[in-house]
Each structure stands twice: as structure tokens, then as C-alpha cells.
């Protein structure tokens, strides 16, 4: 292992941002990938539908909470990211093209920022799209803003996170997926203190603002529900920034 120090930089963020986030999503929007995200999102257009015809009127708008509450912010949010934000500078890592971009002379932050941008602009599509259609085909027109909201939140951090996992560990989308089904749905229901390192908690308190209908783990201060994500999303990015800065290059 070597450690290959990139050129004295010379090239300005405004440039090479742009240029890094064109080239991931050139590498890494893959068929396999795109189709997969197509498929979380369709799979939750299916549920609303089948939820407005099947259930009662009386019990429609706790039957809409849960749909978006377990499926939307405790299944499509995570998987997505997970699915996109972990590979985006891991296969980069795993086939060894980092070399290359270590060449150039710009700092190396300006990759973490651009492939972090990358994966966002990506997902916040294919996650408020089905969110929105849940929350207007199942008719409770109250539930969209704080559902957007949660979602936009959840983009921001789970990507930050996965991110991050990816450029690490070279078994980032394993450890995303052992985090996501380990911590986020089992382990944060045994206490509040395990529930408060739990990102789902925090969106759930900001859906529950739209709703009289209980949520599990919806118990987090207000303010909480859009500082502490978007405080993960910084730190994770930062993280990401500095793993790449300090990484060994074979």
C-alpha cells in the first residue's frame, strides 16, 4: 500500500465539482441500480393504491400513516441510499480507480462533495415522487409537507452515512444493510437512548406533525427532528472527506 498525495491544487471547487459529480453518475447509474430504485418506488405507488381501495374510510388515514411510516421512511428511504450512497466512491475503492483521480490536482474533499451530491440529486426523485403520489392518492392532503420534509431529511443523512460506510470499509453496503435492519428496526425499539441514535426516529417525529395517528419511536424534541439530520449529513460527509484524504492507494 502507498500513499499517492495529489498534485498541488489548482483547480478551483467550482470546477471540479461539477466535473466529479458528471463523471459518478456517468459510472456509477447503472441499469441494475436505476432498476432497483424503480422498483422501491413503484412497490410504494402499488401499497397506496392498494391501501385507498382496500381499507375502510374510517381507518384510511391510519392505514396511509403506517404505509409511509413503515414502508416510505423505515424501508424505501434507507434501501435506496443504501443502494446508491455506498457504492458510489466504494466501487471507485474496490477496482482501484481512485489512482487516477489522485493524479489530478485538486483536493480530495471535492470528491466526497461531489459524489455525496451525486447520489442526493439522484435519490430525492425516486424517494418524494412515491411519497407524494402516497400521500395524495391516499387522500390526506396533511401529510405531504411534513412526509416531503422527512424524506428530503432522510435522503440527506442516510446518504451521508452510506457514503461514508463505502469509502471506509470495503464491506460498506453489508455494514449500511447490517446498520439499517439491525439498529434502525430492532435494537432502537429496546430503549430511548439506543432509539436516540436511530435516524428513523427523527423522521418519524417530523411525519408525525402532520397526523393525530401514534407513530413508534415519534417521540424526539421538534427541533431535533431537522437539526440532528442534517447534523449527521455534515458529519458524515466530513468523515467521507477526510477518509479520502488520508486513504492508502494500492
Known amino acids: ?52 381501495t382496500a381499507v375502510e374510510s374510517r381507518d384510511l388515514e391510519e392505514a396511509s400513516v403506517r404505509l409511509l411510516s413503515d414502508y416510505s ?21 474496490e477496482d482501484r480507480l481512485l489512482v487516477y483521480l489522485w493524479l489530478k490536482p485538486v483536493p480530495r474533499w471535492h470528491l466526497a462533495v461531489a459524489a455525496y451530491a451525486a447520489v442526493v440529486a439522484t435519490l430525492l ?23 416531503t ?10 446518504s451521508g452515512i452510506y457514503l461514508f460506510l463505502g469509502a471506509r470499509f470495503t464491506a460498506g453496503l453489508w455494514l449500511g444493510l447490517l446498520y439499517l435492519v439491525l439498529w434502525e428496526n430492532v435494537l432502537a425499539r429496546f430503549s430511548n437512548g439506543m432509539a436516540r441514535l436511530s435516524l428513523r426516529s427523527y423522521l418519524q417525529t417530523m411525519l408525525q406533525r402532520g397526523t393525530d395517528v401514534s407513530i413508534d419511536l415519534a417521540d424526539r424534541a421538534a427541533w431535533a427532528s431537522i437539526v ?11 468523515m467521507a472527506a477526510v477518509t479520502l484524504a488520508t486513504k492508502d492507494i494500492d
Not at 33 to 45: A, E, M, Q, T, Y
Not at 73 to 93: F, R, Y
Not at 149 to 158: D, E, F, K, N, Q
Request: proline content about 9%; overall charge positive.
Open 1 to 52: 500500500m502507498t500513499s499517492l498525495e495529489p498534485r498541488t491544487p489548482t483547480v478551483t471547487a467550482a470546477k471540479s465539482i461539477p466535473t466529479y459529480f458528471r463523471l459518478l453518475l456517468r459510472g456509477q447509474l447503472t441499469r441494475g441500480r436505476l432498476f432497483g430504485l424503480g422498483v422501491l418506488g413503484g412497490i410504494s405507488f402499488l401499497l397506496a393504491i392498494v391501501v385507498r
Open 73 to 93: 421512511i423505515g424501508l424505501l428511504i434507507p434501501l435506496a441510499t443504501l443502494i446508491l450512497g455506498s457504492p458510489m466512491i466504494g466501487d471507485l475503492v
Open 125 to 147: 426523485p425516486v424517494v418524494i415522487v412515491p411519497v407524494l403520489l402516497t400521500a395524495l392518492i391516499t387522500g390526506f392532503g396533511p401529510l405531504i409537507v411534513p412526509a
Open 149 to 158: 420534509v422527512a424524506s428530503i431529511l432522510g435522503v440527506l443523512a442516510y
Open 228 to 238: 440532528i439530520p442534517l447534523a449527521v449529513a455534515a458529519f458524515a460527509v466530513a
